[in-house]
């Protein structure tokens, strides 16, 4: 009977060995029996297509950085806060919001290429070093 047995497992060992083979040879053919398949005509086009996607991502704000603190003595909770966008070249806008007991104030100071020409507060430049990758 454990001759039977240890027969049957080298037969269906056999056989796997035999599947697995014959699939890899179809995912390198693209599952083709005559070679690997055509690629569409226009991949050109798509190839144009991602590096056009490519060059306008780097133009997308997304270095992002908060810096929230008391701009008062009196006040707590951290409710002020500098926020930087900006893109991969460093250009974009500080966000600056000043919360006072009666009022608060909002700002916005342009950056470009990881400078701003309007002077930036000590936690509006933590936020644009933050931001910086």
Request: aromatic share 4%; proline share 4%.
């Amino acid at each position: 009977m454990l001759i039977v047995a240890v027969l049957a497992l080298v037969v269906a060992l056999a056989a796997l060995a035999i599947a697995v083979s014959a699939l890899r040879r179809g995912a390198s053919t693209g599952g083709v029996a005559g070679g690997p398949a055509p690629l569409p005509e226009d991949v050109q086009g798509l190839r144009q297509e991602v590096a056009a996607l490519r060059a306008e991502a780097g133009f997308a704000l997304k270095h992002l950085a908060v810096v929230r603190y008391d701009a008062f003595g009196d006040m707590g909770g951290h409710l002020s806060w500098s926020l930087a966008v900006l893109d991969d070249d460093g250009n974009g806008v500080v966000l600056t919001s000043i919360h006072g007991r009666s009022e608060a104030r909002t700002y916005a100071k342009s950056v470009s290429e990881w400078k701003s020409e309007q002077q930036l507060s000590p936690e509006e430049d933590e936020a644009l070093g933050a931001a910086r990758p």
